[in-house]
């Protein structure tokens, strides 16, 4: 994300919790790289787990300063549901 985007936090977490559109939350670890903030540890497994693709377009909502809702679309701008599977359960998130 540009670094201008982070002018909305207050301060920059070290991690955010993504939570997809069935309510299954994962933990990434945030990193500043090539003046933007990136999404580091834990981004390609999720990614990797909800089948994200070139072409997909991929959104983020920050509904708290530490949580970040992301909804995907397939490359026909069908929105993906992802269930949480057992697969999952090792890298999730813990509430």
């Not at 991929?58 to 992802?82: A, H, R, Y």
Request: aromatic content about 10%; charged content about 25%; glycine content about 6%.
């Amino acid at each position: 994300m540009p670094l201008d985007f982070t002018k909305h936090f207050t301060a920059v977490p070290t991690e955010f919790k993504l939570r997809n559109n069935t309510g299954c939350s994962w933990r990434v670890t945030v990193k500043l790289m090539n003046g933007r903030v990136t999404l580091d540890q834990g981004w390609a497994t999720f990614a990797a787990v909800h089948q994200i693709k070139i072409g997909y377009m991929v959104t983020f909502k920050l509904p708290t300063p530490d949580t970040l809702k992301v909804i995907i679309f397939d490359d026909d701008g069908i929105e993906v549901v992802n269930k949480c599977g057992k697969h999952e359960k090792v890298f999730a998130a813990r509430d």
